[in-house]
């Protein structure tokens, strides 16, 4: 398997653009996780979905953020309009819910700076 | 909301040095695992302990979890520059599929 697989692997914007990040987590994985990473409060959760369903979005900073999974094999987080507090490595990661010990495997990251 | 404290933030250690990694909650996991991040990639895993008491062994890192599945410690013998990177644990929820992280620890390990 591939893994998961995240684009783009970098994004530089401007404030006020529409940015879109993309995952494909691995392939019979049933839960998505979006992550967001920066050096001052490290890796936070900002949502994630069971079965294609959002079980908790409690994470996602504000009304500029949402996340969407249409099915199965991929899921989207979109920031509109972005701000230059976005910056930060966001992360999609996925595991087997209900499976060994809750593993999650984490993509290589989209790194996101707007300017 | 399941808090882990990780400690310490920084560490720097000279090749061949010793080194131990903690991780503490006051609440209880049903599992916690210890991942590694190096730059520009995301976190991998390296074990994942779910007995209290439980200790693995991964080549030079030893991996306990506490009694009580509250706390847990990681220890590498012998570090070496390839030890370089950000460890992070991450304690798993009696239900659910979520994890809580630690705040990781930034381990240099110099030549």
């Known amino acids: 398997d591939a893994g998961v697989i995240q684009s783009p692997r970098h994004e530089v914007t401007e404030m006020g653009q529409e940015v879109t990040l993309r995952c494909k987590p691995i392939s019979g994985h049933n839960s998505l996780f979006w992550y967001r990473q920066t050096m001052m409060r490290g890796l936070e959760l900002l949502i994630y979905f069971n079965n294609n369903v959002p079980i908790d979005d409690s994470g996602m900073p504000e009304d500029r953020f949402s996340a969407k999974m249409p099915n199965a094999s991929f899921s989207t987080l979109k920031i509109q309009p972005s701000e230059p507090r976005d910056s930060a490595v966001y992360f999609c990661?996925?595991?087997?819910?209900?499976?060994?010990?809750?593993?999650?495997?984490f993509g290589a990251g989209t790194r996101l700076s707007v300017l | 909301t399941q808090l882990l404290e990780q400690s310490p933030q920084f560490l720097s250690i000279q090749e061949g040095e010793n080194l131990t990694v903690y991780c503490n909650s006051s609440s209880v996991f049903s599992s916690l695992q210890w991942y590694r991040q190096e730059p520009g990639e995301g976190p991998v895993l390296l074990v994942t302990v779910v007995t209290g008491g439980e200790v693995k062994k991964l080549k030079r890192l030893t991996f306990q979890f506490g009694d009580a599945r509250k706390d847990s410690s990681l220890h590498i013998t012998a570090a070496q520059p390839g030890d370089t990177g950000l460890y992070l644990c991450a304690g798993a929820e009696t239900s659910g599929s979520r994890l809580t992280f630690g705040e990781g620890t930034q381990l240099t390990v110099n030549p």
């Open positions: 990661a996925s595991s087997s819910y209900g499976g060994a010990k809750n593993i999650q495997y």
